[in-house]
């Protein structure tokens, strides 16, 4: 009984701790250029960030956006106080583009304008 418990409480510590290393995102990086690169997986009716959008600063993006669908979605992305257009374009089923954009301190925002999505509002975008 006494290795019974002891072998569910480590497999308990693993999952555990496979669990909260999971929960964090990687911070985005930033090149030699100054351009921030973000990557968005987008799956049935949503996007799932593989960088943290928290503490974002203005200046140039790069969203490589993925189609991890088996049918055609989109990208939309605008300024989040303007609602400016900033980019949209289509993706086919399992493609990847890579959308260049100026993130001023006004935010921004994305959905899918073709598979019925939320936008995605980042506000919290501080100055350079």
């Known amino acids: 009984m006494n290795t019974l418990k002891k072998i ?20 985005p990086t930033t090149d030699e250029n100054g351009v921030t690169r973000i990557h968005l997986d987008q799956y049935g009716g ?3 960030a593989k960088e943290t959008l928290a503490s974002l600063k ?6 490589v956006v993925t189609n991890k669908t088996n049918k055609v979605v989109g990208f939309q992305i605008q300024n989040y106080k303007t609602h ?10 399992n493609q990847t583009r890579i959308s260049r ?3 001023t301190e006004d935010g921004f925002r994305y959905r899918c304008p073709i598979n019925p999505t939320p936008w995605y509002d980042v506000e919290g975008v501080s100055k350079k």
């Open 101 to 103: 954009v100026e993130i």
């Open 84 to 93: 400016e257009q900033l980019d949209k374009f289509p993706l086919e089923p």
């Open 58 to 63: 203005a200046g140039t993006y790069e969203f």
């Open 8 to 27: 569910l409480s480590m497999t308990l510590l693993v999952v555990a701790t496979t669990f909260a290393t999971a929960s964090y995102a990687d911070l």
């Open 46 to 48: 949503y996007f799932d």
